[in-house]
């Protein structure tokens, strides 16, 4: 059930990312009322420090990867190239790269260098291992529209499943809320890097995702407790609530303006809802059927923002410059995924959109790169010219655009965050192995040295020794 | 279908053929129902130059043709509801021939599965079918293929709710099954105790209880697969483990396992085949696998027997001339 539960995107279908892209990351609340708690008579929750990030770069020397070749993600394939980054920042790339003295030199013949991968629908640390109903807390199945929960206050940093993405070159995750509801909550943008708490995983300055969901999964799960029965039921559970935080959202912005009276009650639901009408927060949408996709669409119309995410409606979705997560290969577990294909991804790129795969999966996730190539080898054995560049673009810059992160991750360019990948081979080889893990210039995995694998305490008296009998 | 197909004879030439009884063979041809080693001028002639020829894939046990929509309850046959040792259960009448999920399947290279069903303690009784064919008897290659149990933590919950509970409680029924079988004629007049399930399931398990049908336990916990391998040396059972997903944990205790049936002391040699399926390394041994015809490309280059070279021998069987089973593959 469980499984049912949170699995989203299908084949058919994916992710609309919606919400208005901003070329800055958004305001922190906090920052954004700065103004209106020194006019108030007293400060208020709404105005102080809402969880913030305390991620810090861990101090590094600098690496130089050399003879390597190099997949930069922005159309480049460079063979015997080299590429440094120091103090957490790609420096150069090229075919000669000049070292600094106090560089770690890395001997990359054979090996391939990508940017680390991101998956923008994820669910580690909200479900996380061993699977009982102790970590069982991505869904707060308890009404339609929970806009008020954040992923974040769900996520356990000591997931072991945490480790095992990292070794498979993730090196940043959208952690989502499940599809149970209307409206899920918010997620948590993640560096994937072993920590304490989730704030110190927080990616500084990423704005907030909220899930939402479409279909089978509401009706299934609030049909025999007071609805929504019906598809149509969906549809009128998030307008009412859309209209209610145009009306909050009303409220908020006149009182800011004029702190006329006391302020509007602060409603948690409302306030989040509200941010997604700001254009603050983009919107992660669990979506199979095409048709649904463009109810969505008219939503978003509808409550003024808009929408980025089939391959039936790809060029509806490449002319609102939607994106679409979809998965390889995933299909037919229930009827409204029974329509996927395994071309999907291809051919959004092919009608100028602009996919991604995603996991939506903690073992999917340790092989992204797998299910990048699976997808582009079906489009390839059907006719539609996918590049490699393409392919990788699936899993780095194109979730990094969909989180609002492009600048910042997902291409090996100077000036972007190290967060780097070498493999052992051709990473859409099935043979291929990341080697070494970087995440913003840290050596976060190293498939050679025990001493750069995390483990989380989860693990401690369970593991088997390597080489042991048990 | 299947009956257009038999007509025809089918010569697939110049690949490289991978027949897993024996080495690999360079530009080869599979004869398909022929006679003899000339391909006939009547034959399609399918050209693999290039390319790879390998039997059909085997799933070694899932529910498709059980299942189709997983989470769509009209469309999934797997499993029997209320009956906690479900072992007069044969799944094969709920094969769906039609269902979307067997085509492609197919065209992935998958040729035979076993549709196992699932649910209960005793789960019921799989059958091996073919990916082809318009009716259920046109699919089915045999059932029924084996006995599933449940043998893990969804199973203790229909025997208790504790794993030496479901140990406990199949040791019963399958003493209760060999006690039935004995007394049959006291059972008829009610002259015997109160059994620990239904006739028809008693009498479903005595096939297994005498090892002529595997018991096909499911377990994935190191302790699981131990209650498995001890409940199948007790009763002298054929056990094939699946799962296993922590086999690789007691590989050595199920291949000693294997060994010792190998060496006849319990029975034929032929159990645990499916961990060998999910857990290559350990266990070891070797699948059976019958091809329909070796060609005359291969009978040159490995010097057969021209009278062992026919429809229905492996290139072993062609190489030794013995035996000469015509058949499909069959696990």
Same mark, same amino acid.
């Given at each position: 059930?469980?499984?049912?539960?949170?699995?989203?995107?299908?084949?058919?279908?994916?992710?609309?990312?919606?919400?208005?892209?901003?070329?800055?990351?958004?305001?922190?609340?906090?920052?954004?009322?700065?103004?209106?708690?020194?006019?108030?008579?007293?400060?208020? %929750?709404?105005?102080?420090?809402?969880?913030?990030?305390?991620?810090?770069?861990?101090?590094?020397?600098?690496?130089?990867?050399?003879?390597?070749?190099?997949?930069?993600?922005?159309?480049?394939?460079?063979?015997?190239?080299?590429?440094?980054?120091?103090?957490?920042?790609?420096? =150069?790339?090229?075919?000669?790269?000049?070292?600094?003295?106090? *560089?770690?030199?890395? &001997?990359?013949?054979?090996?391939?260098?990508?940017?680390?991968?991101?998956?923008?629908?994820?669910?580690?640390?909200?479900?996380?291992?061993?699977?009982?109903?102790?970590?069982?807390?991505?869904?707060?199945?308890?009404?339609?529209?929970?806009?008020?929960?954040?992923?974040?206050?769900?996520?356990?940093?000591?997931?072991?499943?945490?480790?095992?993405?990292?070794?498979?070159?993730?090196?940043?995750?959208?952690?989502?809320?499940?599809?149970?509801?209307?409206?899920?909550?918010?997620?948590?943008?993640?560096?994937?890097?072993?920590?304490?708490?989730?704030?110190?995983?927080?990616?500084?300055?990423?704005?907030?995702?909220?899930?939402?969901?479409?279909?089978?999964?509401?009706?299934?799960?609030?049909?025999?407790?007071?609805?929504?029965?019906?598809?149509?039921?969906?549809?009128?559970?998030?307008?009412?609530?859309?209209?209610?935080?145009?009306?909050?959202?009303?409220?908020?912005? @006149?009182?800011?303006?004029?702190?006329?009276?006391?302020?509007?009650?602060?409603?948690?639901?409302?306030?989040?809802?509200?941010?997604?009408?700001?254009?603050?927060?983009?919107?992660?949408?669990?979506?199979?059927?095409?048709?649904?996709?463009?109810?969505?669409?008219?939503?978003?119309?509808?409550?003024?923002?808009?929408?980025?995410?089939?391959?039936?409606?790809?060029?509806?979705?490449?002319?609102?410059?939607?994106?679409?997560?979809?998965? +390889?290969?995933?299909?037919?577990?229930?009827?409204?995924?029974?329509?996927?294909?395994?071309?999907? +991804? =291809?051919?959004?790129?092919?009608?100028?959109?602009?996919?991604?795969?995603?996991?939506?999966?903690?073992?999917?996730?340790?092989?992204?790169?797998? !299910?990048?190539?699976?997808?582009?080898?079906?489009?390839?054995?059907?006719?539609?010219?996918? @590049? $490699?560049?393409?392919?990788?673009?699936?899993?780095?810059?194109?979730?990094?655009?969909?989180?609002?992160?492009?600048?910042?991750?997902?291409?090996?360019?100077?000036?972007?965050?190290?967060?780097?990948?070498?493999?052992?081979?051709?990473?859409?080889?099935?043979?291929?192995?990341?080697?070494?893990?970087?995440?913003? /210039?840290?050596?976060?995995? &190293?498939?050679?040295?025990?001493?750069?694998?995390?483990?989380?305490?989860?693990?401690?008296?369970?593991?088997?020794?390597?080489?042991?009998?048990? | 279908?299947?009956?257009?197909?038999?007509?025809?004879?089918?010569?697939?030439?110049?690949?490289?053929?991978?027949?897993? %009884?024996?080495?690999?063979?360079?530009?080869?041809?599979?004869?398909?129902?022929?006679?003899?080693?000339?391909?006939?001028?009547?034959? @399609?002639?399918?050209?693999?130059?290039?390319?790879?020829?390998?039997?059909?894939?085997?799933?070694?046990?899932?529910?498709?043709?059980?299942?189709?929509?997983?989470?769509?309850?009209?469309?999934?046959?797997?499993?029997?509801?209320?009956?906690?040792?479900?072992?007069?259960?044969?799944?094969?009448?709920?094969?769906?021939?039609?269902?979307?999920?067997?085509?492609? @399947?197919?065209?992935?290279?998958?040729?035979?599965?076993?549709?196992?069903?699932?649910?209960?303690?005793?789960?019921?009784?799989?059958?091996?079918?073919?990916?082809?064919?318009?009716?259920?008897?046109?699919?089915?290659?045999?059932?029924?293929?084996?006995?599933?149990? &449940?043998? %893990?933590?969804?199973?203790?919950?229909?025997?208790?709710?504790?794993?030496?509970?479901?140990?406990?409680?199949?040791?019963?029924?399958?003493?209760?099954?060999? !006690?039935?079988?004995?007394?049959?004629?006291?059972?008829?007049?009610?002259?015997?105790?109160?059994?620990?399930?239904?006739? $028809?399931?008693?009498?479903?398990?005595?096939?297994?209880?005498?090892?002529? !049908?595997?018991?096909?336990?499911?377990?994935?916990?190191?302790?699981?697969?131990?209650?498995?391998? $001890?409940?199948?040396?007790?009763?002298?059972?054929?056990?094939?483990?699946?799962?296993?997903? !922590?086999?690789?944990?007691?590989?050595?205790?199920?291949?000693?396992?294997?060994? *010792?049936?190998?060496?006849?002391?319990?029975? $034929?040699?032929?159990?645990?085949?499916?961990? #060998?399926?999910?857990?290559?390394?350990?266990?070891?041994?070797?699948?059976?696998?019958?091809? &329909?015809?070796?060609?005359?490309?291969?009978?040159?280059?490995?010097?057969?027997?021209? /009278?062992?070279?026919?429809?229905?021998?492996?290139?072993?069987?062609?190489?030794?001339? #013995?035996?000469?089973?015509?058949?499909?593959?069959?696990?």
């Amino acid at each position: 059930m469980r499984t049912l539960l949170y699995l989203t995107l299908g084949l058919s279908a994916g992710c609309a990312a919606a919400g208005v892209r901003q070329a800055t990351p958004a305001p922190a609340p906090a920052a954004a009322s700065a103004a209106a708690s020194q006019a108030a008579a007293e400060s208020m %929750s709404v105005d102080r420090a809402q969880y913030p990030s305390t991620y810090r770069r861990h101090p590094n020397p600098p690496v130089l990867i050399r003879n390597a070749t190099i997949m930069t993600a922005t159309g480049q394939e460079i063979r015997n190239g080299s590429i440094l980054f120091k103090d957490g920042r790609i420096v =150069a790339v090229g075919e000669k790269v000049d070292a600094p003295a106090d *560089a770690a030199v890395v &001997d990359g013949a054979g090996k391939y260098v990508t940017p680390g991968l991101i998956d923008d629908h994820s669910h580690l640390g909200v479900y996380a291992a061993p699977g009982t109903e102790a970590e069982s807390d991505g869904n707060e199945a308890t009404n339609p529209v929970t806009a008020e929960v954040w992923a974040e206050h769900s996520f356990w940093p000591q997931d072991p499943q945490i480790p095992l993405a990292i070794a498979g070159g993730i090196t940043t995750i959208q952690a989502l809320p499940g599809s149970a509801n209307l409206i899920g909550g918010r997620s948590a943008i993640l560096k994937l890097v072993p920590a304490r708490t989730v704030q110190e995983m927080k990616f500084p300055g990423a704005r907030y995702g909220l899930k939402m969901a479409c279909g089978e999964n509401p009706k299934r799960v609030y049909g025999r407790r007071g609805g929504p029965a019906t598809r149509m039921g969906n549809m009128a559970g998030y307008r009412s609530a859309f209209t209610q935080a145009e009306t909050y959202r009303r409220r908020w912005d @006149t009182w800011r303006k004029d702190h006329k009276g006391d302020p509007p009650e602060r409603n948690l639901r409302l306030e989040t809802l509200a941010e997604v009408l700001r254009g603050n927060m983009y919107v992660q949408n669990h979506c199979y059927r095409a048709d649904e996709m463009a109810q969505m669409i008219d939503l978003a119309h509808e409550f003024g923002f808009k929408i980025r995410s089939s391959y039936k409606i790809a060029d509806l979705l490449a002319k609102e410059g939607t994106s679409v997560s979809v998965w +390889a290969d995933w299909w037919g577990f229930k009827e409204e995924a029974m329509d996927g294909i395994q071309q999907n +991804a =291809a051919l959004n790129q092919h009608a100028g959109g602009r996919p991604l795969i995603h996991s939506d999966s903690p073992s999917g996730i340790q092989r992204l790169n797998q !299910e990048a190539a699976k997808a582009m080898y079906a489009g390839v054995r059907a006719g539609i010219p996918i @590049t $490699r560049d393409q392919a990788l673009r699936w899993i780095t810059v194109n979730p990094a655009w969909t989180l609002g992160l492009d600048s910042i991750v997902g291409t090996l360019e100077p000036g972007k965050m190290a967060d780097v990948v070498v493999w052992s081979g051709d990473p859409f080889s099935i043979y291929s192995k990341a080697v070494q893990v970087y995440n913003d /210039g840290w050596l976060v995995y &190293d498939r050679a040295d025990a001493a750069h694998q995390p483990r989380t305490d989860f693990e401690l008296g369970r593991a088997p020794a390597p080489g042991s009998d048990r | 279908m299947i009956a257009v197909l038999l007509a025809q004879t089918i010569a697939i030439t110049g690949g490289t053929v991978y027949p897993v %009884s024996g080495p690999k063979i360079a530009n080869a041809t599979v004869l398909i129902h022929g006679t003899g080693v000339a391909i006939p001028s009547d034959a @399609t002639r399918i050209d693999a130059a290039g390319k790879w020829v390998t039997p059909g894939l085997i799933d070694g046990g899932g529910q498709l043709g059980l299942v189709e929509i997983g989470a769509v309850a009209g469309t999934r046959e797997a499993s029997l509801q209320g009956d906690t040792i479900a072992a007069a259960f044969n799944v094969t009448e709920g094969i769906n021939p039609a269902s979307a999920v067997i085509a492609v @399947t197919r065209i992935e290279g998958v040729t035979t599965v076993l549709a196992t069903p699932t649910g209960n303690l005793v789960s019921g009784q799989a059958a091996l079918i073919d990916l082809d064919g318009a009716t259920i008897e046109q699919m089915v290659v045999k059932s029924p293929a084996g006995m599933v149990l &449940d043998d %893990s933590e969804s199973g203790k919950d229909y025997a208790g709710g504790s794993r030496a509970g479901l140990a406990d409680r199949l040791r019963r029924v399958f003493r209760d099954a060999l !006690e039935y079988e004995r007394r049959k004629v006291d059972f008829s007049r009610a002259q015997i105790q109160p059994l620990s399930a239904p006739a $028809r399931d008693l009498e479903a398990l005595l096939p297994v209880l005498h090892a002529q !049908e595997p018991l096909i336990a499911y377990a994935n916990r190191r302790s699981d697969i131990a209650t498995a391998l $001890r409940l199948a040396r007790e009763f002298k059972l054929k056990l094939v483990l699946a799962g296993a997903q !922590e086999g690789w944990e007691v590989a050595r205790n199920i291949a000693e396992r294997r060994a *010792a049936r190998a060496r006849g002391r319990e029975g $034929r040699a032929h159990g645990d085949r499916h961990a #060998q399926l999910a857990q290559p390394a350990p266990a070891g041994g070797k699948r059976r696998v019958v091809w &329909d015809g070796v060609g005359p490309g291969a009978a040159r280059r490995h010097a057969l027997p021209r /009278g062992n070279v026919r429809r229905g021998r492996s290139l072993r069987l062609a190489r030794t001339g #013995q035996g000469g089973e015509r058949g499909r593959v069959v696990g």
